[in-house]
């Protein structure tokens, strides 16, 4: 989970959602396979079939440290439940390790579904990533075209988990009441933490 030191990362562009490799480590960690095990079945074994040796390291390590945000019984869920609810648990493991995607779902996302408007623009995207820049020195460095990557995989994955559909340039948010309560829950227990 988050501590005091949690910084703003543009790490999703290179690591978003990758929802069957997080579902394969899911299985490996419940086998009882440690993290270090995993890198190595990885590097040797090429188990996420990556072309990159260097990538063959970091995607375990990101995936196991998403993963230790989540509790038993959501790595359970992740490693043998269904795939809609592991999609889930994959978005929720990925706002408890990303803080600029949490207070995107936090402040974007939230936003959209309680106030019924149930879309998100190019410009909440726009709107977000200012507001973050005159927060954050870090996020007022970063380049458009690392922006716009980013923005690439937060559509990517809110409709890689079934939170959304693109129609054009605008995501229409297609999450359930029930879905939206797991997610809810997770703001709410994360924004806890944060005071």
Not at 48 to 55: D, G, I, M, T
Not at 71 to 99: P, S
Not at 102 to 126: N, Q
Not at 131 to 158: H, P, Q, T
């Amino acid at each position: 989970m988050k501590n005091k030191a949690w910084e703003y990362s543009s790490e999703i562009k290179n690591m978003p959602f990758l929802f069957l490799e997080t579902k394969k480590t899911a299985i490996l960690l419940s086998a009882g396979k440690s993290k270090d095990e995993i890198i190595e079945l990885s590097k040797n074994e090429n188990i996420y079939q990556l072309n990159k040796e260097r990538r063959r390291t970091e995607l375990p390590r990101t995936i196991v440290k998403r993963l230790k945000s989540v509790d038993d019984e959501g790595l359970e869920i992740l490693a043998n439940g269904r795939d809609e609810d592991a999609k889930i648990i994959t978005l929720i493991a990925i706002m408890r390790t990303d803080k600029l995607f949490y207070e995107f779902m936090r402040d974007v996302y939230a936003e959209s579904f309680s106030s019924h408007r149930l879309e998100i623009t190019d410009s909440d995207f726009y709107v977000f990533f200012e507001d973050k820049a005159s927060e954050s020195e870090r996020v007022a460095k970063w380049g458009k075209d690392n922006l716009e990557r980013i923005r690439g995989a937060y559509r990517k994955m809110l409709c890689d988990a079934g939170l959304a559909v693109r129609d054009g340039g605008i995501l229409k948010l297609t999450i359930s009441d029930e879905r939206w309560a797991v997610i809810d829950k997770a703001l709410t227990a994360d924004k806890e933490c944060e005071q």
